[in-house]
């Protein structure tokens, strides 16, 4: 008989042999599922993180004595800074998800101008972040909050993009 025969025929024969063989495959699929239990838990802390920057973000910015409310122009950044949180994390599920589909969102959540602006960007919840810095620019400079307000409000949201950005690599 040629070598290779008798040699699988007496690893399949042996019935101890294919026990060492599975326990061996169920181990590694232990790891590999730990491993990826792992991975989720830490994703889910990092949305996590991001969701109670936001928070604070929009606390901030509508308890704040110094948001000089009242004003409609005031009233529609507030709203458009909203959308954007709301958009943030919509883009940021199609991120993980590698989906990337701006037909699925809603036009109350972002614009046509906003998802065209949006198909050109690499990183979309990013973009998203920035444009929420943007309008808390704007609104200082438009004399509707204060600088320290600014800051604080630019602090969270760097913090947001920081973590987003992080959480990349």
């Known amino acids: 008989k040629p070598r ?5 025929g007496t690893l399949f024969c042996r019935p101890h042999r294919w026990a060492v063989i599975g326990n061996c495959l169920s181990l590694l699929l232990v790891f590999k599922s730990n491993v990826s239990y792992i991975r989720f838990w830490e994703a ?7 969701l109670n920057h936001l928070r604070s973000f929009t606390r901030r910015l509508l308890f704040s004595s110094d948001l000089r409310a009242g004003d409609a122009q005031v ?20 991120d993980v ?5 701006l037909g699925r969102i809603s036009d109350d959540v972002i614009t046509n101008d906003e ?7 690499r990183r979309r919840p990013l973009t998203v972040l920035g444009w929420l810095q943007a309008g808390v ?3 200082h400079h438009q ?5 320290r307000l600014q800051m604080a409000l630019e602090e969270v949201t760097g913090r947001a993009i920081l973590e987003q950005f992080c959480a990349q690599f």
């Open 4 to 8: 290779a025969q008798t040699f699988f």
């Open 115 to 121: 998802k065209e602006f949006l198909l050109s960007a």
């Open 44 to 50: 889910r802390t990092h949305v996590g993180s991001l």
């Open 143 to 147: 004399g509707h909050i204060s600088e």
């Open 75 to 94: 009233e529609a950044a507030i709203e458009n800074m909203f959308r954007w949180q709301r958009a943030f994390f919509i883009l940021l599920m199609q």
């Open 137 to 139: 620019s704007d609104l």
């Open 97 to 101: 998800r590698l989906t990337q589909d």
